[in-house]
């Protein structure tokens, strides 16, 4: 009996310390998938409907700016409404946006799906960092390593099997709609979620940002940190099919960029969990984006598969990181949450607007090489910038606890 009794603690320990984990997994894998499966079938979807290249970028830009606009909004409207009618109306909204894209066929639509989707994923990402420190307040490197991995697996995964379905239907609408189903997986798990340990409503405490210098530090690196990735779902592709890879090619190479994305997001983290100092991690983060996008530049053809990988690896590490950094700063999950929430929303502003000037970079010059020759001026700013995020300047610079 005692030995039973053991047993069955131990499952429901196990259960207690993993099952948040899986949910906020399900939530991060429905965060990609809009914008990074119309990536492989751009020239399909160009044929089709007759978008230029430049309102192509609008498919990723639209969604990146309500991942902008919606945190922002958040210390205000979040009080109206608890945390689980947010999420849920957050997943229904992606889930609407994918099935509305089984059988739309002009770019206006198109468009507008991205609009609705977009809007969806910003709130589930506005929410998803405070439920991070929440939930695991004690592992928040770690966690945040998984939910940036999921987040990045989805995208991935979603970039790869996206010209594979497409084919097998023959039709790209096939390829884009069949993500509706990681929103039902997660909405499902999200009401099975552990409910003892999850808040009613976003915290009423009126709090923002927007006169703190550091946080906007924080926003401004967030949103460098991601263009690269914008840029890279949004022309890769394209840029891959210019060099002779087919449509399942380019969509693989999506993949081999989030292997090496979920990699860097998993692995960063864990090896920097040790020290509060996570400055050397995020040199390397952003130095082998700059070795990627350089061989971009000088040797596209023959070693395209190695840049990308380091690309991605750069990328997941940065990502998660990034996200870390800003919950490091302060202690409590509600004011680490609404800084989160600042971070992301300014960030992906400066994100959305980099990946549509690339595209006006592309169309004039003819060339991608004045869009990797932009990102690594970026990444150039962003290691000058990495030596500010010095632990001890946390409290210094921040005025809440």
């Known amino acids: 009996m005692s030995t039973d009794h053991i047993s069955t603690t131990t499952r429901q320990s196990l259960l207690t310390l993993y099952w948040p984990m899986v949910v906020i997994a399900a939530l991060a894998m429905t965060l990609r998938p809009l914008l990074t499966s119309t990536g ?16 192509a970028s609008l498919l990723v830009v639209l969604p990146m700016l309500c991942m902008g606009i919606f945190p922002l909004l958040l210390p205000w409207i979040g009080r109206r409404l608890s945390e689980n009618a947010w999420i849920t109306s957050g997943l229904f909204a992606i889930a609407s946006a994918s099935l509305w894209r089984l059988w739309l066929g002009s770019s206006a639509a198109l468009i507008a799906s991205a609009l609705i989707g977009g809007t969806g994923i910003a ?98 690196y967030f ?20 060099l002779g890879f087919s449509a399942e090619s380019s969509g693989e190479l999506i993949g081999i960029m989030t292997v090496f994305q979920v990699i860097g997001a998993l692995g960063a983290p864990v090896f920097s ?22 061989g971009l530049m000088l040797l596209p053809a023959s070693l395209l598969i190695l840049w990308v990988a380091m690309i991605g690896c750069g990328l997941g590490a940065c990502f998660s990181l990034t996200l870390t950094v800003a919950l490091d700063h302060l202690s409590s999950p509600k004011l680490a949450g609404t800084l989160t929430a600042f971070v992301q929303g300014i960030g992906f502003i400066i994100t959305a607007i980099i990946p549509y000037f ?40 921040m005025n809440y606890s």
């Not at 492989?40 to 309102?55: D, V, W």
């Open 40 to 55: 492989p079938l751009l020239e399909e979807i160009r044929l089709t409907t007759g978008i230029s290249l430049q309102a």
């Open 123 to 220: 709130i589930v990402q506005s929410m998803a960092p405070s439920i991070v420190k929440r939930w695991y307040a004690q592992r928040v490197p770690l966690a945040m390593g998984i939910y940036s991995a999921a987040l990045m697996a989805g995208g991935g995964i979603a970039a790869t099997l996206s010209p594979v379905v497409a084919q097998h239907y023959d039709s790209w609408q096939s390829g884009l709609s069949i993500w509706l189903l990681l929103p039902v997986i997660a909405l499902l798990l999200w009401w099975l979620r552990p409910k003892e340990i999850l808040e009613s409503k976003i915290s009423k405490q009126s709090v923002n940002f927007f006169s703190n210098h550091r946080a906007w530090l924080l926003a401004s």
């Open 223 to 242: 949103g460098l940190a991601n263009a690269g990735y914008a840029c890279m779902i949004a022309f890769l592709p394209t840029y891959a099919r210019g």
């Open 273 to 294: 969990s040790n020290r509060l100092d996570r400055r050397p991690w995020l040199f390397f983060a952003v130095g082998i984006q700059v070795a990627g996008f350089a």
């Open 358 to 397: 690339a595209g006006f970079l592309r169309e004039w010059s003819g060339s991608f090489q004045a869009v990797w020759l932009m990102l690594l001026i970026t990444l150039v700013i962003m290691l000058i910038v990495t030596m500010k995020f010095a632990p001890e300047s946390y409290a210094k610079t």
